[in-house]
């Protein structure tokens, strides 16, 4: 850290010393009636260096070296305008530019490409299945921009997941074969990112962001699009990755810090052939990080090339992978034994229990392999202006084996050392995917539609066994004891015999969707949307092949409605949805009737803004999701504990607040408050009727980050980040007979400073600045990183 500081003073002195060399090129940017053009990139091609226009059409590149250059205006949507430039020495340079479109086409340009705002993400073309504005769209979500990512020196999907509203992670990622990164909590539901690009894409380790263009946190219930394998009740986390690009370009970047943490990345990009029709980019990474406590390691490479082809200005193609291998220590994660009672363990919150925060009770030779595969492709025909088809596919494996040691908290401050290890687990996802989009009028009304067909396989081969090695006191924190629960001694445990717990299933779901977002008026919007499901199980097996459970096949539909009325045009909506969810139930009830999908079925209404010139956007949204069809065993004065009813209840409700602003020039600010009732009001067990359950996260969280950085002068690509997040007391553990277990609230401070330049970027984080000791889980507790400082080091090409 030193060495980097010393760096960045010694560069700042240098460049006060050479700022007299430098000129500034400027000018006006203008459309073919008149009006000015705002947010159009200018830059120098080839060279990284680059700005903005403002509202007046005004842009500005200060610092360019003398020399001759190609300057190019761009606008997403529009073709670029080139023109040759020469500077000289201490010289300002005015060139100014006419683009082809008007100012109303312009505005439909700048739609999403508003960057004064560089945080808020105006438009998806994944959350519809169609291109469709915020505001538009009677669904809320919320967008986390590389933008963002890089300002907080965010390397992984669960650094920059801290920024959506009403996310919480529960779990770090386990590395599981079949798993799907790290376990989150979103309204009340447990869900993991198991979507990119709007489809399968299984990473069964902590996810790397070095392939991240954005993160989208879609919320609700959203099956009918989506399916219900691959999203749950509170809904979806969708990874959307990095595309090739028309010129040479990238960057390479090296970070360290604390607890050995050692980083190195490379995003490169280039064009195949003159004619630019064949564009390829790779992002690669390599990222090593130890434990805040005495023993654990993280270890892992992904690698993710991109090869796009453009056949035709009809046809296009677009092949990607991510190539994940890792090795690691498995995150300490406390659980209750079977109905322990609170009373018995003697402490009822995390933070009096007699465990050593910084101990990891387990050897550094306990780790586990996993490696995940996921191969894309995508064709897209445009039949017309009005119609487009696409056609995707994925391909996702993973594999897992080796040990993952956890810990019963027992009375009397003994720890129950255990271990639950994969053998050589591995999973498959295909999925086949066939959208037609079409945007056409009917009387005079535009509708934006879409159609698709969707198939989804499942080959699960996943092996686990489980044992438990010893106990041992809390106290005891050194020597031979300690470190006993080791890869040898657990291996010798193992070798006197275990029971397998066999995972082996295949599954086929067949499906269909159909979506429309009809305008009654301009300002006033409908959508509908139907998907039927055909779902089939295929039955699951033991070790030996032999069958375990018979097949099943079930049938669902699942509908979603929702209204836009804009009080202002592109500014200020009005929203409500329905939303639907579902998940395929196996088995029979009490009277050996075929079980039904459990269902979840939400109501939402609320605001959503892009204000002052989208200096301002928002989402301000209230829901109830009620989940009905719970299987819950049936009493009906037998005691068979077999049997089975289905007819649970659980309703989730609460409000969401999410504002991402600008107010002035260089300021950026993003903000979240949520708040989550969860009840299970039909539970058939008194125990926890009316009870919050224990999965169900905080009630209370909130997220903020403010960012600054200069304005125009010699130190322009300064910057300071502050924020953090906040959450409330965590009832993990809660039922009349056991009593209520609670991981204390937290509040979590970070900060990052950098210095932006066009050619490199410097970059130092503090990540939970008051070393704050906080707790996360659900049914368990998982204790969380201490204070962390990374630098980091990124030149630009």
């Known amino acids: 850290m030193y060495k980097l500081l010393l760096s960045l003073n010694l560069l700042f002195f240098s460049m006060t010393l050479s700022a007299q060399q430098f000129s500034t090129v400027k000018g006006k940017i203008t ?27 005004n842009y500005s590149i200060p610092r360019v070296k003398p020399g001759s250059y190609v300057l190019r205006a761009t606008a997403v949507g529009s073709n670029p305008i080139e023109k040759t430039i020469k500077v000289l020495p201490g010289e300002d340079l005015t060139v100014d530019f006419i683009i082809t479109e008007n100012s109303g086409q ?51 999907i669960d650094d920059a997941t801290r920024n959506a509203p009403g996310l919480q ?32 894409g299984n990473v ?33 986390i969708n990874r959307v990755t990095k595309k090739p690009y028309d010129q040479i370009g990238g960057e390479i970047t090296y970070a360290a810090g604390s607890y050995d943490f050692n980083r190195l990345s490379v995003d490169f990009n280039t064009p195949l052939d003159t004619a630019k029709t064949t564009l390829f980019r790779v992002n690669a990474a390599y990222n090593y990080e130890g434990s805040f406590q005495d023993r654990g390691f993280d270890k892992s490479f992904v690698l993710a090339p991109s090869l796009s082809y453009k056949a035709s200005d009809r046809l296009s193609f677009l092949f990607d992978a991510e190539i994940y291998s890792g090795k690691n220590t498995g995150k300490q994660i406390f659980f209750f034994p079977w109905q322990q009672s609170v009373a018995a363990l003697g402490v009822d919150r995390a933070d009096k229990l007699n465990v050593d925060y910084k101990k990891s009770y387990f050897s550094d030779d306990l780790t586990q392999q996993s490696r995940s595969t996921n191969l894309f ?45 994969t053998r050589n687990s591995k999973m498959n996802v295909l999925e086949i995917q066939q959208n037609f989009n079409a945007d056409f009028n009917i009387g005079g009304h535009r509708n934006r539609f879409v159609v698709g067909l969707d198939f989804l396989r499942i080959n699960s081969d996943q092996h686990f066994l489980s044992k438990k090695y010893d106990e041992i006191s809390t106290g005891i924190t050194s020597g031979p004891v300690y470190d006993s629960f080791n890869r040898n001694n657990m291996e010798a445990t193992y070798a006197l015999g275990f029971t397998p717990y066999p995972d082996i299933y295949k599954t086929n779901t067949y499906s269909a969707y159909v979506s429309d977002v009809f305008n009654i008026t301009d300002q006033f919007m409908a959508l509908a949307a139907i998907r039927v499901d055909r779902f089939e199980h295929k039955g699951s097996f033991n070790d030996k092949g032999e069958k375990a459970s018979d097949p099943y096949k079930q049938t669902q539909f699942s509908p979603k409605f929702g209204l836009v009325y804009q009080l202002l045009k592109d500014q200020l909506s009005l929203f409500a949805n329905y939303q639907n969810g579902f998940n395929n139930v196996p088995g029979t009830n009490f009277e050996s009737k075929a079980l039904k999908p459990e269902e979840a079925n939400q109501i939402e209404g609320g605001i959503k803004m892009d204000l002052f010139n989208g200096k301002l956007s928002g989402t301000l949204s209230y829901y109830d999701i009620k989940v009905k069809d719970i299987v819950r065993p049936y009493r009906g004065g037998t005691d068979n504990a077999n049997l089975k009813i289905q007819d649970g209840t659980q309703e989730n409700k609460g409000f969401e607040l999410e504002l991402v602003a600008s107010p ?59 924020g953090g997040n906040y959450a409330s007391d965590n009832k993990v553990l809660n039922s009349k007979s056991a009593g209520a277990f609670i991981l204390p609230a937290f509040t979590v401070l970070n900060a990052s400073t950098f210095y932006d330049h066009p050619k490199f970027r410097i970059g130092l984080k503090v990540d939970n600045i008051t070393d704050k000791k906080y707790w996360v889980g659900y049914t368990t507790v998982n204790p969380q990183r201490l204070r962390s400082v990374v630098g980091s080091l990124t030149y630009k090409f």
Not at 114 to 135: D, E, G, H
Not at 382 to 397: A, G, L, R, V, Y
Request: proline share 4%; net charge positive; glycine share 10%.
């Open 169 to 200: 992670k529960m779990w770090e990622a386990t590395g599981r074969g079949g798993d799907g990164g790290s376990y989150y909590n979103l309204r009340g539901f447990i869900t993991q990112s198991k979507l990119r690009n709007g489809i399968a």
């Open 31 to 57: 459309t073919s009636d008149g009006q000015a053009a705002a947010y159009i990139s200018v830059g120098l091609k080839n060279k990284g260096q680059g700005n903005l226009s403002d509202q007046s059409g």
């Open 204 to 236: 069964t380790s902590r996810i790397d962001a070095a392939n991240l263009e954005r993160i989208e946190v879609i919320k609700g219930p959203s099956a009918t699009l989506f399916g219900s394998t691959l999203t749950s009740y509170g809904g979806l």
């Open 106 to 156: 312009l505005k439909e340009i700048n739609i999403n490409s508003n960057k004064t705002n560089k945080y808020a993400t105006k438009k998806s073309t994944y959350v519809s299945k169609m291109p469709l504005r915020n505001l538009e769209n009677p669904q809320v979500y919320s967008s986390i921009s590389k933008e963002l990512m890089a300002d907080q020196l965010s390397f992984s």
């Open 664 to 722: 002035a020039k260089g300021l950026n600010i993003i903000a979240g408050f949520s708040y989550n009732d969860s009840k299970l009001t039909k539970a058939g067990d008194p125990d926890v009727e009316g009870l919050r359950p224990g999965t169900a996260a905080s009630p209370y969280a909130a997220n903020l980050w403010i960012n600054y950085h200069l304005p125009d002068n010699f130190l322009k690509g300064l910057g300071f980040g502050f």
């Open 377 to 421: 492709g995508s064709m897209e025909y445009k039949f017309s202006d009005s119609w487009t088809s696409q056609t995707n596919i994925t391909n996702t494996n993973s594999y897992s084996n080796g040990f993952s040691p956890y810990f019963y908290l027992m009375p009397g401050n003994i720890l129950s050392r255990e271990d639950q290890s």
